[in-house]
């Protein structure tokens, strides 16, 4: 018989090398995918998605915002519309870091692997979220810089947090939005359609009090709406303390979408199958 000491040993060298082939895939699979996902664009395309894309938007909607309302309330549709583009990484990015993959050809190669699901797929989430955040900061950098929005009274910390969060939480939606590439073929459509819809459901250019009660129960249920909220706070000087709730609700929300996407995968996974869409591309 094996001694027990021996065995205790044993088994603890199994699950650190499990822990360590979680982690090195974890990385591999964060980086690999990355790149893999703007494997078509040089850096100065990439650098133009990142600085022009958010600049775009924020002219458009804050000038038309203040053309509607009045300067004073440009902090209003600069806020909004800068934490606005963590959905750009968090539902493309996601999407099509799992879309791409059956577009490429290499889904069935990758399900057909005894590797962890959750670790894989978290660890596309990872590097999407960092993007995302890069995007969130540019765009705040352009309104200070071009827009005149005034961060003196602001916990740059706490705004961080906060960025991190709301970035987060779109890639759960992200994740969900994704599982759909397994059963159909039009998902950008989709994606186009949600993040168009956030656009007002989530608050960004758009006083929730102002829109119809069902339109705000709603947008209590999306992600970008309580960190859009939380932001907006602490621009005007609140303090960590006072929006915690908003962010512990928005990171809440992130989480229900992440594990919802996650489990509809296996049932998507099991129905792509039968359909026959896994590997149509």
């Not at 779109?170 to 994740?175: H, Q, R």
Request: aromatic share 10%; net charge neutral; hydrophobic share 55%.
């Amino acid at each position: 018989m094996c001694h027990p000491a021996l065995l205790d040993q044993r088994l603890l060298d199994i699950d650190m090398k499990t822990l360590s082939n979680n982690l090195r895939l974890f990385w591999q699979g964060a980086l690999l995918s990355y790149i893999a996902l703007f494997h078509w664009m040089r850096p100065i395309q990439y650098m133009a998605s990142k600085i022009i894309m958010p600049l775009a938007q924020m002219f458009f909607f804050v000038y038309l915002g203040t053309f509607a309302t009045g300067a004073n309330n440009a902090a209003f549709y600069i806020v909004g519309n800068a934490l606005q583009i963590a959905a750009v990484s968090g539902i493309y990015g996601m999407t099509m870091s799992i879309g791409g993959d059956r577009d490429s050809g290499t889904l069935g190669y990758i399900l057909g692997t005894p590797a962890n699901r959750f670790v894989v797929f978290m660890g596309r989430a990872s590097m999407n979220i960092l993007d995302g955040v890069l995007g969130v900061v540019i765009a705040f950098t352009w309104g200070v810089l071009l827009m005149g929005l005034n961060l003196s009274h602001t916990s740059i910390p706490a705004l961080a947090l906060t960025i991190i969060i709301t970035t987060i939480s779109t890639c759960g939606l992200g994740l969900l939005m994704g599982c759909l590439s397994l059963i159909t073929i039009n998902v950008m459509f989709v994606n186009n359609f949600v993040y168009f819809l956030l656009l007002i459901f989530s608050g960004a250019n758009v006083q929730l009090d102002q829109l119809p009660a069902w339109v705000q129960a709603v947008s209590s249920m999306l992600p970008l709406t309580r960190g859009i909220s939380a932001a907006r706070l602490l621009v005007q000087g609140a303090s960590l303390t006072e929006v915690m709730p908003l962010l512990l609700g928005e990171l809440a929300v992130g989480i229900v979408y992440g594990l919802l996407g996650y489990l509809l995968f296996a049932v998507f996974e099991v129905e792509a199958k039968r359909r026959g869409t896994l590997e149509v591309f």
